[in-house]
């Protein structure tokens, strides 16, 4: 993969637009390089387990609200390459968000068993009304617990317990 892969979505969360980078890269990670195959869909129909479109939908939310991009650290892994990227998740006009993914470095690796040992999901705790999350040191923002590194963006399931936090 080289340059950046650049997707936008609408106010309904449908992918609207996606940039030449986009069809090699679906194509890599096993999905359909045609980019009329996503165009029109909503995002969270392509993210894998509820615990991620939480937690993406979480991040959506913070941009819009806040009118301000945010850049987080990600694993994308194809079955032959660990890619360690960067998101920034930037708010548009009319409610639309871009998203723009770069490459920082990858790694050859195994081929990976499809159907193997399934990943230990990692465990969050949102809370059902602000959508702030728990970290460590108290309820914050999801996009400052993922910068501290408290949760990992990567291939791993997301296990989300909902709770209200202290102040709502």
Not at 135 to 162: M, S, T, Y
Request: hydrophobic content about 35%; some cysteine.
């Amino acid at each position: 993969m080289s340059g950046s892969v650049i997707y936008c979505i609408d106010g309904d969360d449908r992918i609207s637009e996606v940039n030449e980078g986009w069809p090699r890269f679906a194509e890599e990670n096993g999905g359909v390089g045609d980019p009329a195959a996503v165009l029109g869909r909503s995002l969270w129909d392509f993210i894998a387990d509820e615990g991620n479109r939480s937690l993406y939908r979480c991040m959506v939310h913070e941009v819009r609200q806040k009118a301000a991009p945010i850049t987080v650290p990600f694993r994308c892994d194809s079955p032959t390459i660990e890619r360690h990227m960067t998101m920034t998740i930037a708010p548009g006009s009319l409610g639309e968000v871009v998203f723009v993914s770069a490459l920082q470095y990858a790694f050859e690796r195994q081929p990976q068993p499809v159907g193997g040992a399934p990943e230990e999901a990692q465990t969050i705790v949102e809370c059902e009304s602000c959508h702030r999350l728990w970290a460590g040191n108290g309820w914050q923002d999801c996009w400052e617990v993922i910068r501290q590194g408290d949760i990992e963006i990567d291939d791993r399931p997301i296990k989300v317990l909902h709770t209200r936090c202290s102040r709502c």
